[in-house]
């Protein structure tokens, strides 16, 4: 995928292709919470099939350092991706929160107990993947300074991975990213939490899109302006707490007031609660996707599978992964496992709050 002239990359035209077949899918039932959503259930089927519709997939956590680095150095680029890759390709475009700078440059962060970088190579995961678009606002950006982000800013750049929430300046870490799928137009922008030694970006200085209020306000506005579906990324939250702070949902809520159509958390480590609000989805946190920790809550995760119209949400899927203790790599979770993510997310008390027209529940389970 490359991004064309004006800027938007058109997802339909340049994105990879793995097509796939799910076999013996198995439907868990739940009346209580969704992970499939239908948004004004009354004919869906007809109007779905009448309207044009693009399939976002989003996924929380990547690193690619320390012990994830060492399997790609020992099986390649593509190893924490194999299990996944042909879901994540699946979908028109995908994107995810990249906790690793891609470089060789710089020095460690002075006071930063915790350093992540990736070799160049590792971009060629992303692009096996399918990812199209990631989020550079978080703790981890600049943790081996200006010259490791701008390095990976280039190398994303270059191999067709857009990125947002991080730039050489205010301005920069401001912009969205924008994609045409299906005649659909979609942006995409992301902001981080004002975390210890979080590098702020200004005018004068590169660093990450931090969450400010009349600052998201205006930037979610602006890109309604062109966007038929906005998409916010924020990167929040208490380290493995498994419910969303107060903060966290005035925030998104706000987000949503302003024009946005889904929000998407990450950085807890953990997932948290689902919430729909005024038709849009909040996911506050989708968990590691590939990390390397071992905290058995470190190891569950979501994928969500959204499908959108010009009008907003016509259905959403969240699917359960588990990542392997020793490879570090997520899979699809089923049986008991996939259930205990599920019934986890459910009991959230946020969760309970979800509301769809036809009152319907379904977690989608390989």
Request: charged content about 20%; aromatic content about 10%.
């Amino acid at each position: 995928m490359r991004p064309v002239a004006d800027g938007v990359v058109n997802s339909k035209k340049m994105k990879r292709k793995i097509r796939f077949r799910w076999s013996r899918i198995a439907i868990l039932n739940i009346i209580a919470l969704t992970s499939v959503l239908f948004f004004g259930c009354q004919d869906w089927l007809s109007y779905a099939i009448s309207q044009e519709t693009s399939t976002l997939i989003a996924v929380g956590d990547i690193m690619l350092s320390r012990g994830v680095g060492n399997r790609i150095n020992k099986f390649g680029a593509q190893f924490p991706f194999e299990p996944t890759a042909d879901l994540l390709s699946h979908g028109d475009i995908t994107a995810a929160n990249l906790e690793t700078p891609i470089s060789t440059l710089g020095e460690p962060m002075k006071r930063k107990e915790i350093h992540f970088r990736a070799e160049p190579d590792a971009v060629l995961g992303l692009m096996y993947a399918g990812i199209d678009v990631v989020s550079l606002a978080n703790n981890h950006a600049l943790d081996y300074g200006d010259e490791a982000l701008f390095e990976t800013m280039d190398i994303l750049a270059k191999n067709g991975v857009a990125y947002v929430g991080a730039g050489m300046n205010f301005t920069a870490a401001h912009r969205a990213a924008n994609f045409v799928s299906n005649d659909i137009k979609i942006s995409f922008l992301a902001y981080s939490a004002q975390f210890y030694l979080t590098v702020e970006a200004t005018q004068e200085k590169a660093g990450v899109a931090v969450i400010r209020s009349n600052e998201l306000a205006a930037d979610i506005k602006q890109a309604k302006k062109w966007a038929d579906i906005v998409v916010v990324s924020f990167h929040w939250g208490w380290e493995y707490s498994d419910h969303p702070t107060d903060n966290d949902r005035e925030i998104a809520h706000l987000a949503i007031d302003s024009g946005a159509n889904l929000v998407v958390g990450h950085h807890a480590h953990v997932i948290q609660g689902v919430e729909a609000y005024r038709g849009a989805l909040i996911c506050y946190n989708l968990g590691n996707f590939i990390f390397d920790q071992n905290n058995p809550g470190t190891r569950r995760g979501l994928i969500l599978r959204c499908t959108y119209s010009k009008s907003g949400l016509e259905k959403a899927e969240l699917l359960p992964i588990y990542i392997h203790p020793k490879q570090f790599r997520p899979e699809l979770a089923a049986g008991r496992i996939g259930a205990s993510i599920l019934w986890k997310l459910k009991d959230c008390p946020v969760s309970s709050t979800l509301k769809c027209n036809c009152e319907e529940i379904n977690w989608l389970l390989s």
